[in-house]
């Protein structure tokens, strides 16, 4: 079995959309969607950051699957290069920093360092600074692995203009 990561293609979007929204559903930081509307609210949101200039996504899969479905295992959406946090600053970091929109391992493979191999792919250190777009339970008990990460929701919201809100 050999796990390589890729960029994403067309074919891979419904599996990185659902599986982000099945794993990000009942977050505490998901916000106020209810989850009747969930689905109808978030998929069309999802889509849209993924087409974002500037944001990519990297998906993990098993390379001797045929089977375009079943050979993903996680992904990783972000963005590398844009300005550190306010409280980023306040510590003394001035260089950009990557934000990382999402990250997800299929449950059965998770602690097999898929997630360490989806960091590296993207250049993003998790030892260093990043922003965090979304959070869930996992992020907050892993930590120890992302000691400088900050979670900062505002840098995944979609502005008409595209552009953040200054601070």
């Not at 950051?49 to 996504?57: A, E, H, I, K, W």
């Not at 992020?139 to 601070?167: T, V």
């Amino acid at each position: 079995m050999t796990v390589a990561v890729r960029p994403l293609e067309q074919g891979d979007r419904k599996f990185v959309i659902s599986t982000w929204l099945d794993s990000y559903r009942t977050s505490f930081s998901a916000g106020l969607v209810p989850f009747d509307r969930w689905y109808d609210v978030m998929w069309p949101i999802v889509d849209r950051l993924l087409d974002r200039p500037g944001v990519r996504t990297l998906v993990s899969h098993e390379t001797e699957e045929r089977d375009r479905l079943a050979d993903l295992y996680g992904f990783i959406t972000f963005e590398l290069d844009t300005p550190p946090t306010d409280k980023m600053r306040r510590g003394g970091w001035s260089k950009n920093v990557p934000t990382v929109y999402y990250v997800y391992v299929k449950g059965p493979q998770r602690k097999w360092g898929y997630a360490r191999q989806l960091f590296a792919a993207a250049g993003v250190d998790p030892r260093y600074p990043f922003v965090q777009g979304c959070r869930t339970e996992i992020c907050a008990r892993l930590g120890n692995k992302i000691p400088l990460s900050e979670w900062d929701q505002l840098r995944a919201r979609i502005y008409p203009d595209e552009r953040r809100p200054e601070k």
